[in-house]
């Protein structure tokens, strides 16, 4: 498998911005693409975006999308989401996972390997 660690999270204010990590390591062959998700209270896991490492293919909930961006660093095996414009509707704790097989997926039961999560609360 491969193993995730995320960072990044925090408190911010309505309209402020966060940048989110996700650096990867174990088995290459497996990191085809990253993907974050995110859970609120409450709520069932969802995604947010995701992006391919060979050629950056990107791809969003359209709840995020002009907010949110994705983008790696090959080199250093990360992933970042930067999030712009919170609202207090993005308060969740968010996750990274990479998928079981190479393919472009939104669904979390594509996905086997998993960070620990780091928690963004956005206050109103």
């Known amino acids: 498998q491969v193993q995730l660690v995320e960072s990044g999270g925090g408190l911010v204010q309505a309209g402020g911005s966060l940048r989110l990590s996700c650096a990867a390591s174990?088995?290459?062959?497996?990191?085809?693409?990253m993907g974050w998700f995110r859970q609120g209270p409450g709520r069932e896991r969802e995604f947010v975006a995701g992006?391919?490492?060979?050629?950056?293919?990107?791809y969003y909930a359209d709840s995020v999308k002009g907010r949110f961006t994705i983008f790696r660093d090959n080199a250093k095996s990360t992933a970042y989401l930067q999030m712009n414009s919170l609202k207090p509707d993005d308060t969740a704790v968010y996750y990274c996972?990479?998928?079981?097989?190479?393919?472009?997926?939104?669904?979390?039961?594509?996905?086997?390997?998993w960070g620990q999560g780091t928690q963004v609360t956005v206050s109103s």
């Open positions: 174990g088995r290459t062959f497996r990191r085809y693409a």
């Open positions: 992006i391919t490492w060979r050629d950056g293919y990107t």
């Open positions: 996972a990479a998928p079981r097989i190479p393919v472009v997926t939104t669904t979390p039961t594509d996905f086997d390997s």
